[in-house]
């Protein structure tokens, strides 16, 4: 009994490891960015939740093989990582392909032989078939592996399935130009480059989805004698095509179409405060365009 809790042990460890990365990788999300700002709680929740049970029915079934390859004989370490790199689904489908029936010992030489044979192939000694009345039932032994695995893949697919209708129809998700939340998208963009250094942001894409916004957070010191400057060219502009550039702090938001500049844009920050602004990228149709936009 003891030597069975020791070999759960690492596993339950390795277990409460991953699920302890995962937050931490999460937390780390939120302090790096605007966290969850835009989006509804149970989105984040859902997408967490998702993981978290694809890493709970992998190790569950990753668990089952382990005990199943032990009374086959087989390597339980090696089919247990096949079943959770490879995913369940494609691990156990490996497995089954390849696992070899269970065996017994010959009482005479020691070779491994069928539970269904009536002699050992080795040596040839006779095998009393009332040893076998007993038989041990092919995939059930361990079942509480089995379950949990299956009740993880349950809330697993019902996590996904419902991340993907709220992403899909847009609920808990901002897309309000001139919200003072951060706006997600459903859309894709193509970008070449994009960072913020010392207070500059450069942005250079190829195209995006229409409508695609793309921001960036920015801080006002002095809002009675800074500037905001932005050198935007677009190279490519459909009929019909625009870049709108915003500004949005709060209650105040303000706009202006910057899809054909003759020259660089200096706009006036007085109707700001100073502190965080979102400085957002409207996209609608342009393409090939390369933006450089800081307040100094």
Same mark, same amino acid.
């Given at each position: 009994m003891n030597n069975t809790k020791n070999k759960k042990f690492p596993l339950y460890i390795g277990i409460g490891i991953i699920l302890l990365?995962?937050?931490?990788?999460?937390?780390?999300?939120?302090?790096?960015?605007?966290?969850?700002s835009g989006l509804s709680m149970l989105l984040p929740v859902?997408?967490?939740?998702?993981?978290?049970?694809?890493?709970?029915?992998?190790?569950?079934?990753?668990?089952?093989?382990?005990?199943?390859?032990?009374?086959?004989? /087989? #390597?339980?370490?090696?089919?247990?990582l096949v079943?959770?790199?490879?995913?369940? +689904?494609?691990?156990l489908l490996l497995y089954f392909l390849r696992r070899s029936e269970i065996k017994e010992t010959c009482p005479a030489c020691g070779h491994k032989i069928s539970l269904r044979a009536n002699y050992c192939e080795e040596c040839g000694t006779p095998v009393?078939? /009332? #040893?076998?009345?007993?038989?041990?039932?092919q995939g059930t032994h361990?079942?509480? +592996?089995?379950?949990?695995?299956i009740m993880s893949l349950v809330l697993m697919l019902t996590c996904l399935t419902g991340f993907i209708v709220c992403a899909v129809t847009g609920k808990g998700i901002n897309r309000e130009i001139a919200s003072n939340e951060r706006i997600w998208n459903a859309g894709v963009i193509s970008m070449n480059y994009n960072a913020c250094t010392d207070g500059v942001w450069k942005l250079d894409f190829r195209s995006a989805s229409d409508g695609f916004v793309k921001e960036q957070s920015m801080t006002i010191e002095d809002a009675d004698s800074q500037l905001l400057y932005a050198d935007i060219s677009c190279g490519t502009v459909p009929e019909g095509a625009t870049l709108v550039l915003w500004l949005v702090q709060g209650d105040v938001a303000q706009s202006v179409?910057?899809?054909?500049?003759?020259?660089?844009?200096?706009?006036?920050?007085q109707e700001f405060e100073n502190g965080k602004?979102?400085?957002?990228?409207?996209?609608?149709?342009?393409?090939?365009?390369?933006?450089?936009i800081c307040i100094k």
């Open positions: 990365l995962l937050l931490l990788r999460f937390c780390l999300f939120y302090l790096r960015s605007d966290g969850f859902l997408l967490l939740c998702f993981i978290a049970s694809a890493l709970c029915t992998s190790g569950f079934f990753a668990a089952w093989v382990y005990q199943d390859c032990e009374k086959r004989g /087989e #390597d339980p370490i090696l089919w247990a079943v959770f790199i490879a995913t369940p +689904f494609i691990g009393k078939k /009332e #040893d076998n009345n007993v038989m041990v039932k361990h079942l509480h +592996f089995m379950i949990a695995g179409d910057v899809t054909d500049l003759s020259e660089p844009l200096s706009w006036p920050l602004i979102y400085v957002r990228l409207q996209i609608n149709g342009v393409e090939d365009t390369v933006s450089e």
